[in-house]
T-cell receptor, first 116, second 112 residues
């Protein structure tokens, strides 16, 4: 049981380049999330998904797109990277029998992205 | 705006010292409260959580937290820390609608 995995672990981009971060979970969780963490700030929600084929915007969605084509995978895309997107990105998933995704979130190891 | 404040960004303690990490939130409605921990080189993982009932919550590894509704606080405590408690600790508050607000984190270093 690998839990939540993220690919890649590190990446350096030039301004304007594009890339996709992959998150995979093997716990059959319905809900998946993408966060970014910046120095001195907490994790901020970028996008989330409540099930296969659905996505929704979080707190800081601008400049990012997501897709959830398969239940176990949640992709985060940067179409034209900017230095302001330099951050550590965390993926998480959760399963909840309660409405609203209140259950425990399981996190991936993070992806450290630098945009020059 | 809804927010979560963790009072200390860095804490240094000696082994066997007592620990209290402060967490205050600004939200007037019903909340679910969490403390997550990230050990060096590892994933964020749940330490403990409060949904309802007894406001004193016990978690893994001897940690506990007390929800004081009137103070909008959810402080984390441990009577005697160990070197292995060196980690970053995040307080988080779920306010509804898939929105979990995280604090900025507190880095704890325990000297052996």
């Amino acid at each position: 049981n690998a839990g939540v995995t993220q690919t890649p672990k590190f990446r350096v981009l030039k301004t304007g380049q594009s890339m996709t971060l992959l998150c995979a979970q093997d716990m059959n969780h319905e809900y998946m999330y993408w966060y970014r963490q910046d120095p001195g700030m907490g994790l901020r929600l970028i996008h989330y998904s409540v099930g296969e084929g659905t996505t929704a915007k979080g707190e800081v969605p601008d400049g990012y797109n997501v897709s959830r084509l398969k239940k176990q995978n949640f992709l985060l895309g940067l179409e034209s990277a900017a230095p302001s997107q330099t951050s550590v990105y965390f993926c998480a998933s959760s399963y909840s029998g309660l409405a609203g995704g209140t259950d425990t979130q399981y996190f991936g190891p993070g992806t450290r992205l630098t945009v020059l | 705006a809804q927010s979560v404040s963790q009072h200390n960004h860095h804490v240094i303690l000696s082994e066997a010292a007592s620990l209290e990490l402060g967490c205050n939130y600004s939200y007037g409605g019903t909340v679910n409260l969490f403390w997550y921990v990230q050990y060096p080189g590892q994933h964020l993982q749940l330490l403990l959580k409060y949904f309802s009932g007894d406001p004193l919550v016990k978690g893994i590894k001897g940690f506990e937290a007390e929800f004081i509704k009137s103070k909008f606080s959810f402080n984390l405590r441990k009577p005697s820390v160990q070197w292995s408690d060196t980690a970053e600790y995040f307080c988080a508050v779920y306010t509804g609608g898939f929105k979990t607000i995280f604090g900025a984190g507190t880095r704890l270093f325990v000297k052996a």
